[in-house]
């Protein structure tokens, strides 16, 4: 299938390094810890059950089924901080007639989704190096367009959304999920981590430590609420819904240790899940469409 002419316009001005696409340009301090972190490593973490990933990629599923579904063939999905390509990879072997531009600022994980692909289906893939923020770079090429936890791990969240407006095509849809500030608040607790609770309420951040080394700031409710109500005139951006990823079962089985999680306990778990008094959101999803090409 020939690639969508756009896409080869834009791939001839980067350079070309082991098959992933650069633009000249410094890696932000936001991505560097997970450069220095050996990547996210998310598509190989969520196949475990004892990782959150793992349960709330089945919501995701039935949302990027939902977006993809009604695309005609050839059209381009934008999977924007893919990591190792939790969703891309997914996209590839499911929609046979789509085109996935992957981007992320750490080249480790774009390599291991590049190379962890048959080779048929990396023609239907176009790796880029650049940072969410500077999505302005590739124009009008997004159909539509997946952030799936990224904009709370970057130092200037508004930007992320900035970006994702400037490359999706008027009418085009992107999901973009955050972790939920609830999920963090019951991850501290779970873990009688009072400090963490306090920064949380008081600083609006969730300090993540890896061994007693600090490796990231979160940062947590970014946008007041007025700010999201008023996405269209700051990004151009319609919120059309808004989705949650029940947190309880990942949660949970997230804080048993090794010696506890079993699967009878996680089938427990994942019951308690289904009542619905326990709704903890462990992802906010946010479904935005391109409303304005002035902005
Ligand atoms: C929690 S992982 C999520 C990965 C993937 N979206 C998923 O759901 O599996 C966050 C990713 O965002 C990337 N990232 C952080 N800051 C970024 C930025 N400014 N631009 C692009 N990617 C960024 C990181 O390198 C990392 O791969």
Redesign the pocket.
Known sequence: MPKHSSILELTNTLSVIDGIYYPQGDI?S??SS??EGG??K??IR?LSPRSA?YYDWKM?ELWIKELLDSLPANAVVV?????????SHWILHNYPNLHVVA????YE?LHRLLSDLQPTMRDRLTPIC?????LDMLGRIADAL?????LN??DVPA??YSGIASCLKIGGVAVV?TIAAESYVVHALLNHDFEQVQRLLHEGVYVDSVRGQNTHEFVVQFLTRSQRNDMRSMFGLELLRADSVSGVAALLIHSMNDAEADLEKAAVILDVDSWRHLNIPRVDVEWLSCSDSSI
């Open positions: 932000p936001d991505a997970f450069l990547g996210c998310q598509r969520s990933g995701y999977d924007a901080g893919c990591g190792d390509g939790r969703a981007i992320d600022t750490n994980d650049i940072s969410v923020s500077e997946l952030c799936l936890e990224v791990v970057m930007g992320g999920s």
